[in-house]
């Protein structure tokens, strides 16, 4: 079983800032890595897939990097809509298991 | 305009059963594998389970393996997940949500249905 562990738990960032989030697998997962973006009551909304390709209609302030198992989601430059919880996925090919990591909530600092 | 709109949850009582649908449209859906995952209160997204966009493939999360079970109606677009010896812990917003779908650079989720197992 695939672990994935992001960190920190908590980021604060000032707006206009650049925001580093990290997420570490247990085992190399090749380049089956997602990120999304949920705000509170919304749905998970699919940011990067590919660990670095951005999905439809995503900001190019936000990018994904890594492979292997260490993985990062860039912001840039943080917009007031950006502060959210932040998930990290792995999505196996087969048997298709999808792996969650436990969130990075980015707060206003 | 894609829309994948769940139902069938509600208040259930521990050992109870719950059947949960998920209408699709707007996306090719009996060409899609789909998945349910759900999010207890205040808490993360955990993967629940995954069939194959034929139905001939399904895979289960060992939480709930046993218990639920996967379906769908592609003649419908509908994914079903059938819940039963519920427990406290499977309290959360259950969601079905597309593999992503690489020629539209997305995938596509539902808004979520509650389920409370509660005595």
């Known amino acids: 079983e695939i672990v994935m562990t992001q960190s920190p738990a908590t980021l604060s960032v000032s707006p206009g800032e650049r925001a580093t989030l990290s997420c570490r697998a247990s085992?190399?997962?090749?380049?089956?890595l997602a990120w999304y973006q949920q705000k509170p009551g919304q749905t998970p909304r699919l940011l990067i897939y590919g660990a670095s390709t951005r999905a439809t209609g995503i900001p190019a302030r936000f990018s994904g990097s890594g492979s292997g198992t260490e993985f990062t989601l860039t912001i840039s430059s943080l917009q007031s809509e950006d502060f959210a919880v932040y998930y990290c996925?792995?999505?196996?090919?087969?048997?298709?298991?999808?792996?969650f990591g436990q969130g990075t909530k980015v707060e206003i600092k | 305009q894609v829309h994948l709109v769940e139902s069938g949850g509600g208040v259930v009582q521990p050992g109870g059963s719950l059947r949960l649908s998920c209408a699709a449209s707007?996306?090719?859906?009996?060409?899609?594998?789909m998945h349910w995952v759900r999010q207890a209160p205040g808490k993360g997204l955990e993967w629940v389970a995954f069939i194959r966009y034929d139905g001939s493939n399904k895979y289960y999360a060992d939480s709930v393996k046993g218990r639920f079970t996967i379906s769908r109606d592609n003649s419908k677009s509908t994914l079903f997940l059938q819940m039963n010896s519920l427990r406290d812990e499977d309290t959360a917003v259950y969601y079905c949500a597309s593999d992503i779908v690489v020629v539209a650079a997305k995938n596509y989720w539902g808004q979520g249905t509650l389920v409370t197992v509660s005595s």
């Open positions: 707007g996306f090719t859906f009996s060409g899609c594998g």
């Open positions: 085992q190399s997962l090749s380049s089956n």
């Open positions: 996925h792995h999505y196996n090919n087969w048997p298709p298991w999808w792996t």
